[in-house]
């Protein structure tokens, strides 16, 4: 039987799920088991909890469903554990170095008891100083082992679950259990305080819990804020048919008590069942209080009498400031424009206009990407709805015939931006840009992350630098109602790197959709377009932006690379958005493809990729061609960029480091190989899961024809896509 038993729920922070399971894995003390509890077998989290389990034989990951909530989810880690005490870790939350260690030897010198509390810090998400609320609850506590009679303030209702370790046989044996529903903490808390016979104190901070930027789910305005009434009337009753004495069951009453009334205290969190609230908690409040207690002082002991007396009205005028002040804040003006967007101000007050949608990709490059794939199919899907592409001004070759665009910063750009319903980006709208209440914004992204994105560069002065303010960032994140994912990996990276309260759909890359939609013809076209000679092999060099450079290289020979490599060799160069300058054209054996509209269409054409760091591995290994990395600076660039994974421990194929070795590959032919294609294999499965060719339908289906979740199409096992052919291939046959 392990010592510790460590269950850590993890539904809605699987980006940041792996964070807490390694600071229970590296702990000095090892003898233990950890419980992930996940959603299902197939939730982003489940993957991250599996992983770990092939792993190490300590991690044992169990189910619970979304509807049984947080309770639900550490009762099953409950059920499951066999460890002499159960500690609980939230998923983003991590355990401290050295805490285990320190429990066993708290253990050790107060012998077995019932519960032991400990100390907890509080990390604001971004900034400012962190707190320890627990400190000041367990100061004045005895120094060993002691009843709760010894120090009857010391009710558990104050601290949340994963700030103490409980004896699993004492749980057993009372059948103590998370209540359903919301503020479980405070029932749980509450009920182990008034069953246990023996209790223990160890004051030093053994978690750190990082709150949330989008705050705690409790602070939410909603229904379930009458659940905290359920668990105070819980506890006080358990209380009761225990017999507690008046000296425990006072403090615990105030205590409770405390809590409903600031709840009470903010009417906007109840909505329209403030008076309801109210009325049952003036029916508790009589119904528990304990003879002999004494109402507190001040503005507190006030709100008792209030409660007490059922003066409902007079409650609601004590508290009148603090309404006032929340209404103030709903209603504060919108941030003032400049002077050149009075327009936009004047057409901010007219209605939304619901058949309107707005799309952007690259900042204004032109019609590409995952909104110009989103826009086609509406088109299809969805012809009711108007479409408008913003372009910058000197771009507008870009634009397809017949696609309806506005120029950045043209009085029609300001008119579209404030009436439509729908605005779809790869990127960022611009900062001013007002999220309007039944307005809809759409976050394609416009690659898979393997470099830090967001507020995980904060750590990287390069790129930090050229970000700009981390808050700026954050507020264009809240404009968000959707965010695009087309592998697990993407979603757990945006949850990081771009906290929110968004919804990811899981849908695929809708710009991806093109590699299993495109026929022989198709491929065979777009060849002759570029310019590629018959029966050559096109090789697509791709490599990505360096922070640390000021300019764009290619880090490679190309012409001695052709040379090298093969007669029949030839490459296209696409050198990263940021250094297009709309040239392009060829030299020798080398066509600069940089300027070609469709980066999806210079993935058709090519037989093989070779790319150093950039996300369009990713999407070309969609096709299942060839792939191979070219990774001469390697480590500079993950010390001075950032990555979420080792790529050189997982590559898409083979992986050279000089000039030499990359044009042996190709010459010996092991670039398209049996090893190359396992690589390939085991990447394709883990990043090329959802999409399949039908991303953009199910965009459009869900966020322009307001679809429900399970009436969209369902991807396609990967075993059952067949790519777009390669030219190779069709040369073969």
């Not at 702990?27 to 489940?46: H, K, N, R, T, Y």
């Amino acid at each position: 039987m392990p010592r510790f038993s460590i269950i850590v729920p993890s539904h809605g922070v699987a980006g940041r799920l792996s964070q807490a399971l390694d600071s229970v894995l590296a702990q000095s003390f090892g003898d233990l088991e950890l419980i992930p509890v996940c959603d299902g077998p197939e939730s982003p989290a489940a993957d991250v909890a599996a992983g770990y389990a092939e792993r190490n034989s300590r991690v044992t990951p169990v189910h619970s469903p979304p509807s049984a909530g947080l309770s639900g989810a550490r009762n099953a880690g409950m059920r499951a554990a066999t460890g002499a005490y159960l500690l609980f870790l939230d998923g983003d939350d991590v355990l401290l170095p050295g805490a285990l260690a320190a429990l066993d030897a708290r253990l050790g010198e107060t012998g077995d008891v019932d519960v032991l509390y400990f100390e907890h810090e509080r990390t604001p998400w971004w900034e400012g100083e962190p707190s320890n609320p627990a400190g000041p609850v367990l100061a004045r506590t005895p120094a060993g082992a002691f009843s709760p009679g010894q120090a009857p303030r010391l009710t558990g209702v104050q601290l949340p679950a994963w700030s103490a370790a409980y004896r699993r046989s004492f749980v057993a044996a009372h059948q103590l259990a998370f209540p359903a529903g919301h503020f479980t903490d405070v029932g749980w808390g509450g009920l182990t305080s008034v069953a246990a016979g023996r209790l223990a104190v160890l004051r030093s901070v053994l978690v750190r819990h990082r709150l949330r930027r989008q705050g705690s789910r409790l602070n939410l305005a909603g229904a379930h804020q009458h659940e905290l009434l359920d668990q105070v009337d819980l506890v006080l009753t358990r209380a009761a048919e225990r017999g507690l004495p008046g000296d425990r069951t006072r403090p615990l009453f105030e205590q409770l008590f405390a809590t409903v009334l600031k709840t009470a205290s903010r009417p906007e969190r109840l909505l329209s069942g403030h008076r309801a609230f109210f009325r049952r908690a003036r029916h508790l409040h009589r119904r528990h209080r304990p003879a002999g207690f004494r109402m507190p002082g001040g503005s507190l002991g006030v709100q008792h009498r209030l409660l007490a007396a059922g003066a409902y009205t007079a409650f609601r005028a004590l508290r009148a400031a603090n309404q006032s002040a929340a209404k103030a804040v709903e209603l504060a003006p919108r941030p003032r424009m400049l002077r050149t967007r009075l327009l936009y101000q004047i057409q901010l007050r007219r209605p939304l206009d619901p058949h309107l949608a707005v799309y952007c990709a690259y900042w204004g490059r032109g019609y590409a990407c995952n909104p110009a794939a989103i826009h086609a199919r509406a088109g299809e899907l969805a012809p009711h709805i108007r479409s408008v592409f913003l372009v910058e001004p000197g771009q507008e070759h870009a634009m397809p015939d017949g696609v309806d665009y506005a120029l950045i910063g043209s009085r029609r750009y300001w008119k579209v931006l404030a009436r439509a319903k729908y605005l779809v980006n790869n990127a960022n709208f611009a900062e001013g840009i007002v999220k309007r209440r039944g307005s809809v914004h759409v976050q394609t992204q416009h690659g898979t992350p393997l470099k830090k994105m967001g507020v995980d560069q904060s750590t990287y002065p390069v790129v930090a630098a050229q970000t700009g303010s981390f808050a700026k960032l954050l507020g264009r994140v809240d404009r968000w109602d959707f965010n695009l994912s087309s592998n697990r990996h993407s979603t757990q990276m945006w949850e990081r790197a771009f906290p929110g309260s968004y919804e990811t759909l899981e849908y695929g890359y809708p710009r991806n959709d093109v590699y299993y939609t495109a026929t022989a013809r198709d491929v065979a076209r777009i060849r002759r377009e570029l310019g590629v000679p018959a029966d050559s092999t096109a090789v697509l060099y791709a490599p990505t932006h360096r922070d640390h450079h000021t300019g764009f290289e290619t880090g490679l020979d190309l012409e001695a690379f052709c040379e090298a490599a093969g007669e029949d060799v030839v490459v296209l160069l696409r050198a990263h958005y940021f250094y297009d300058r709309g040239r392009g054209g060829s030299s020798g054996r080398i066509i600069d493809v940089t300027a070609h509209r469709s980066s999806e269409d210079v993935c058709l054409a090519a037989d093989a990729l070779v790319t150093d760091y950039s996300s369009i591995m990713f999407d070309y290994a969609n096709l299942d061609r060839p792939i191979v990395v070219y990774a001469d600076d390697w480590e500079v660039y993950r010390e001075t960029r950032g990555v979420y994974f080792d790529l050189m421990e997982a590559p898409p194929g083979p992986v050279a480091r000089t000039p030499e070795e990359l044009a042996r590959v190709f010459r010996d032919g092991s670039y398209a190989g049996p090893e190359s294609k396992a690589l390939r294999g085991a990447f394709r499965e883990r990043f090329c899961q959802f999409d399949d060719g039908m991303a953009a339908e199910r965009v459009v289906r869900r966020v322009l024809l307001g679809r429900p979740p399970e009436a969209i199409p369902p991807v396609i096992p990967l075993a059952e896509r067949i790519p777009a052919p390669a030219a190779t291939t069709l040369v073969r046959s």
